[in-house]
Structures are given as structure tokens and as C-alpha cells.
């Protein structure tokens, strides 16, 4: 405390502190998920008031589900990045207390919120160290709504020297007021985007994201907010956090894009873009083509084939088609076999994306996979 050049904090706006410095700032190329977990923990064990926490090694450990070297590393990385400070040292030391044969000293910490936070985001610091307290924000910009009056807070007091009102207009032989042009609805200016998200809509988005994240390796580097505001249209789309793994792992991805959730938003983009032009494509090609579905013998078959399957065994579920698809990629070869067998089957169980690589990785290690459909 007497050392630091962080400023002490309550709970509340240190916690929104460490969040911007973990996962938007990234000051600390070691912080993650499990450094904000730890401080959760202990934010919600300060005091109000003072902003100080018994460290509990023992105990925040098992809160967190992590072992005692883990606490001890993240600990070390929040005191690093400013947003900690020793108020005691803990020892070993016996204080002897009646009643109890051992009490060793506890360690007690002071959450604090370094300046590179406040210069980041405009604040105005009175003091220096510790104590220091901050004595001003940035204002928002006062929005005019169309009765006159203001939208934010920080409005100016009304001038004295009132301007000039503009003339009325005459229509149609009565004088009436001049409307105010009415504020044009804020739309989504790249497609793809969604429309815009409650605080609720926005927190599942971000446990949706959390889910997707641990099934796909090349994403686990990106913030949980990135990822979530990337999978939007994929979420709108009603995907659950299952089907949209399995959907980014169907892109074959071998290497790690540097900024996962750019990559995720490009890639969308090019296929929305892409996809009425096959439509047209397909059309041209085959203008007069007629569909098998409006031809009686091959719905009479259809419905045959049902009926058999069903007798022989039990009825598959999207579930059963979830699971499969989203743990079959290490099991290409069972998959291809599969499509030799009964493609289409497979094609019900997998999917198109899954068979199609399971068939092309069977083709490239020799295996030769003899299809029965085209």
C-alpha cells in the first residue's frame, strides 16, 4: 500500500477493472479466464468499504475448482498487472490465540486500479498513490430529444441570451411549426450483424461462446465477448452451442488465425455473399429439371424405406445427430466406411461436411472408399 502507484477501489469497479484489463486490454499475456475466476472470488469477499480480502489460499482453491499453485500464479498475475496490493504479509509466525494451540498470520490484500486503466479511459485522478481518488470522468454528449430537452446527463444551463426563433411556415394558408426532422432508425451497416441485443441476450450469446470455445482449438485465444459478438449470426441462425462447433470445426482450419473472431466474421460474410450466386448458378444449370420428390414411385420407395428402418431399429434423434457430428472428426475412417456401406445413412447421421472429409481423408491415406452415391 504505501509502495504502490495504483489507487484503492471498491469492489464493484475493481472487478470491471480487472475484466478490462484481462480481456480487452490483454496487459498480461498469462491472464485468462481462471485470473478472472480468482478475482471474482475475491470481490465478492471485500469489504464494501475498504476494498480488503483475506487471501484464503485453501479456500479459493476449492471455490474455483483449481489447485493451490494455480491461485498462487494468478494472484501473482493480478498483483502484476497493479490490480492487487499487500496490505499484511502473512507468515508462519504463532500468534498464539487463547483457545487455539496454532494461528498463523493471515495475508490480507487491497484491490487497487492502476492509472494505465484511467488513462485509457479518461479519467481525472486527484492525488498520487493509494489514496488517490478519481475527480472527474469524461461527460457524454448531450443528445437533444425532439421535446427539447436533453438525453444525458451533464446538460449546460440554459443560455440567457435567447437565439432568434426561426420563422414559422405557412401551409396551406395556416401557420404551423416547422417538425423536427425525426432521428433516422440505427440498422445494422455490414450484413450479417444482427439487430441490436438486450443485456440478457447479450449474456447468453456470451455463455453460448464459452461453451464453443473449449470445442474448438483455434478460437481458445480469443476474449468470450469477441467470440460471442462473432457467432451471432450463427446463434440467430438457432444453432446451439454443439452445432456451431461443429460448424467452425467443418472448416478445416490446421493453422491458428491471429485474431479468431475477425476470421470467424470474414469467413461468414463471404458465405452469405456467396450463397444466392450458387442458387442462380445451380437454377442455370439444371433450368428445367424436376425434383425426385413429385415423383410417385420414388415417394412410395421413400416411405418404404422408413417403414423398414424404423422396424429395424429405434428412431434416430437430432440428438443422436448432434453428438455424432460434433465428435466423428477423429473418427474419419468409421465414418467412410459407413458411406460405403449405406451413404445414404451416413449422410442423415453426419452430415454432408463430415462425410465429404471423412471420404477425402480415406482417399488421400489409399484406403480407395467406393461411393454408391454421386
Not at 10 to 39: D, F, Y
Not at 268 to 273: I, K, T
Not at 317 to 346: N, Q
Request: hydrophobic share 35%; proline share 7%.
Amino acid at each position: 500500500m504505501s509502495t504502490t502507484a495504483a489507487r484503492h477501489a471498491q469492489p464493484r469497479a475493481w472487478l470491471r477493472a480487472v475484466v478490462w484489463l484481462v480481456e480487452e486490454a490483454r496487459l498480461h499475456p498469462r491472464a485468462g479466464e481462471a485470473t478472472l475466476r480468482i478475482a471474482r472470488d475475491l470481490a465478492g469477499r471485500m469489504d464494501y468499504t475498504a476494498g480488503t480480502v483475506l487471501y484464503d489460499l485453501d479456500g479459493t482453491a476449492a471455490r474455483c475448482a483449481l489447485s493451490k499453485a494455480t491461485v498462487k500464479r494468478h494472484v501473482a498475475y493480478l498483483r502484476e498487472l497493479g490490480a492487487l496490493v499487500w496490505v499484511r504479509h502473512g507468515s508462519r509466525r504463532n500468534l498464539r490465540l487463547p483457545g487455539r494451540p496454532y494461528a498463523g498470520t493471515a495475508t490480507i490484500y487491497a484491490a487497487t486500479i492502476p492509472y494505465v486503466h484511467d488513462r485509457a479511459h479518461g479519467s481525472r485522478i486527484g492525488g498520487q498513490g493509494f489514496r488517490a481518488r478519481v475527480v472527474g470522468v469524461p461527460v457524454p454528449p448531450v443528445q437533444t430529444t425532439a421535446a427539447g430537452g436533453s438525453g444525458g446527463r451533464g446538460r449546460e444551463p440554459q443560455s440567457l441570451a435567447a437565439r432568434p426563433r426561426k420563422p414559422v411556415v405557412e401551409v396551406d394558408g395556416t401557420i404551423e411549426d416547422t417538425p423536427r426532422r425525426r432521428a433516422r432508425p440505427r440498422t445494422a451497416s455490414r450484413p450479417g450483424n444482427s439487430t441490436p441485443r438486450s443485456p440478457f441476450q447479450v449474456a447468453a450469446d456470451i455463455r453460448t461462446a464459452a461453451q464453443v470455445r473449449p470445442h474448438v482449438p483455434w478460437t481458445q485465444g480469443e476474449g468470450l465477448r469477441r467470440l460471442a459478438y462473432a457467432l451471432r449470426p450463427l446463434i440467430d441462425q438457432g444453432l446451439d452451442a454443439h452445432d456451431i462447433a461443429a460448424e467452425l470445426t467443418s472448416w478445416w482450419i490446421t493453422w491458428r488465425p491471429a485474431r479468431p473472431a475477425a476470421y470467424i466474421t470474414a469467413q461468414l460474410r463471404g458465405r452469405a455473399a456467396d450463397a444466392p450466386h450458387k442458387d442462380l448458378l445451380a437454377e442455370a444449370a439444371h433450368p428445367h429439371a424436376a425434383g425426385p420428390t413429385h415423383n410417385p414411385a420414388w415417394q412410395a420407395w421413400l416411405r418404404q424405406r422408413a417403414t423398414a428402418a424404423e422396424l429395424r431399429e429405434p428412431q434416430r434423434t437430432d440428438d443422436d445427430r448432434r453428438h455424432a457430428r460434433l465428435y466423428g472428426w477423429d473418427r474419419w475412417a468409421e465414418i467412410a466406411e459407413h458411406y460405403t456401406t449405406d451413404p445414404d445413412d451416413a449422410l442423415d447421421l453426419y452430415g454432408t461436411r463430415l462425410c465429404c472429409y471423412a471420404v477425402k481423408r480415406a482417399s488421400e491415406n489409399g484406403t480407395g472408399v467406393q461411393t454408391g452415391a454421386s
